[in-house]
């Protein structure tokens, strides 16, 4: 299976900051990185895939990078709503694995 | 406009059975797999596996084999997860989740469906 990565666990910021979040697979995955965002008592929600492409309807402010093992979450100009946990997934085989969630407070 | 819907939550006994209901609307069904993912209080995610309804293919996580079925009804547009053999540690809120054509990515998302076990 292939092992999924995410750092940091947590981290705080404010409103109007830049904050990154890294994604790191076991091995090569190409660009099936997906990223997804998680409020409390909610579904995940689909924020990018194919590691760079910012899914419908969610804000430009997302961004993502990265290729093989290696994948990053840029949120800029952070917001009070995007307070909520990070997840990565590989599609790149199954079992489709996660990361173990970056908890982003504002 | 795609929509996943899911039964109700539920409270089982240890070592009893439970079925969640996913029901699909937009056309959907014949192209996109189902896939199962439950997240355990305070946890993260975890993919359980996922059925192809146009096709009848199942892929189960290892972690599951032998404990879960998934199956799909075309007719009502409906896929099912069974869970056997339940222990307090499979209390979790069970998602399912869509994928299409590649890229693939868990596009939409049921509401998502509380089991409780408990005796």
């Known amino acids: 299976d292939i092992q999924m990565t995410q750092s940091p666990s947590s981290l705080s910021a404010s409103v109007g900051d830049r904050v990154a979040i890294t994604c790191r697979a076991s091995?090569?995955?190409?660009?099936?990185l997906n990223w997804y965002q998680q409020k409390p008592g909610k579904a995940p929600r689909l924020l990018i895939y194919?590691?760079?492409s910012l899914q419908g309807g969610v804000p430009l402010r997302f961004s993502g990078s990265g290729s093989r093992t290696d994948f990053t979450l840029t949120i800029s100009n952070l917001q009070p709503e995007d307070s909520a946990t990070y997840y990565c997934?590989?599609?790149?085989?199954?079992?489709?694995?996660f990361g173990q969630g970056t908890k982003v407070e504002i | 406009q795609v929509q996943l819907v899911q039964s109700g939550a539920v409270v089982k006994k240890p070592g009893s059975s439970a079925r969640v209901s996913c029901l699909a609307s937009?056309?959907?069904?014949?192209?996109?797999?189902f896939n199962w993912v439950r997240q355990a209080p305070g946890q993260g995610l975890e993919w359980m596996g996922k059925?192809?309804?146009?096709?009848?293919?199942?892929t189960n996580s290892q972690k599951f084999q032998g404990r879960v079925t998934f199956s799909a009804n075309e007719s009502t547009s409906t896929a099912y997860m069974e869970f056997n053999s339940l222990t307090s540690e499979d209390t979790a809120i069970y998602y399912c989740?869509?994928?299409?054509?590649?890229?693939?990515?868990?596009?939409?998302w049921g509401q998502g469906t509380l089991v409780t076990v408990s005796s």
């Open positions: 989740a869509t994928e299409g054509r590649p890229p693939q990515k868990f596009q939409y």
């Open positions: 937009g056309d959907i069904f014949k192209t996109h797999s």
């Open positions: 059925i192809v309804p146009v096709l009848g293919t199942v």
């Open positions: 091995q090569s995955i190409s660009d099936y």
């Open positions: 194919a590691a760079s």
């Open positions: 997934q590989q599609s790149y085989s199954v079992p489709r694995t």
